[in-house]
């Protein structure tokens, strides 16, 4: 299994523009989390679906952010339009079962806007 | 809400000594408590969990304390070595709430030799 997959690993936009973070999770896992991690905030949970449906979107830091889950084995991370202070690496993470082994992260996107 | 405080937020010790670290949560509906180890540049990586019905447990050199009533949990590290260098976070998780998933502030470890 090739695990959580992000794409891409590194992406640098200008203020003003659209950025889409994408997100394979594990097949046969049925929860899909999304995190922003900076130096002053942590990791901070953003939104989070099961079964394809946002469970709590509460983490959302503005308008500006939106993610979806199409199907089982995709997920998206928009943020229209990126500022600098969205500047961050962002997660996401898949989960099976019970128990903390059940999640997974995948390597993560480091996004800077400039 | 759901919560989850940690400290220290920094750590240093020497090379062969112990190191704690100590977070509280706030929602006593959580039933399991994770701590990950995040080195730079790398995503989190699980190294032991305690369920909500237990009060220990021990692997190797690390041992997690549960304390339920007080609704605090720690990390022992013993012995420390160059190589336990890292961020350290706490966690907890929320399986009435589909199996939230959150985290404290984090601990940047230094061991120094």
């Known amino acids: 299994d090739a695990g959580v997959i992000q794409s891409p690993r590194h992406e640098v936009t200008e203020m003003g523009q659209e950025v889409t973070l994408r997100c394979k999770p594990i097949?046969?896992?049925?929860?899909l989390f999304w995190y922003r991690q900076t130096m002053m905030r942590g990791l901070e949970l953003l939104i989070y679906f099961n079964n394809n449906v946002p469970i709590d979107d509460s983490g959302m830091p503005e308008d500006r952010f939106s993610a979806k889950m199409p199907n089982a084995s995709f997920s998206t991370l928009k943020i229209q339009p990126s500022e600098p202070r969205d500047s961050a690496v962002y997660f996401c993470?898949?989960?099976?079962?019970?128990?903390?082994?059940?999640?997974?992260f995948g390597s993560g996107t480091r996004l800077t806007v400039v | 809400g759901e919560n989850v405080e940690q400290h220290p937020s920094t750590l240093s010790v020497q090379e062969g000594d112990s190191a704690v670290i100590k977070c509280t949560y706030s929602?006593?509906?959580?039933?399991?408590f994770p701590w990950y180890k995040q080195e730079l540049g790398k995503r989190p990586q699980l190294i032991i969990d305690?369920?909500?019905?237990?009060g220990e447990k021990k692997d190797q050199r690390i041992a997690v304390t549960l304390n339920k009533t007080a609704k605090h949990f720690s990390l022992h590290i013993t012995e420390t070595q160059p190589e336990d260098s890292a961020v350290y976070f706490c966690?907890?998780?929320?399986?009435?709430?589909?199996?939230?998933?959150?985290f404290g502030q984090g601990t940047e470890l230094s061991v120094k030799p």
């Open positions: 993470a898949s989960r099976s079962g019970t128990g903390a082994q059940g999640y997974t």
């Open positions: 097949s046969g896992h049925n929860s």
């Open positions: 966690a907890a998780i929320f399986y009435n709430q589909g199996g939230k998933l959150i």
């Open positions: 929602d006593s509906a959580s039933n399991y």
């Open positions: 305690i369920r909500s019905n237990v």
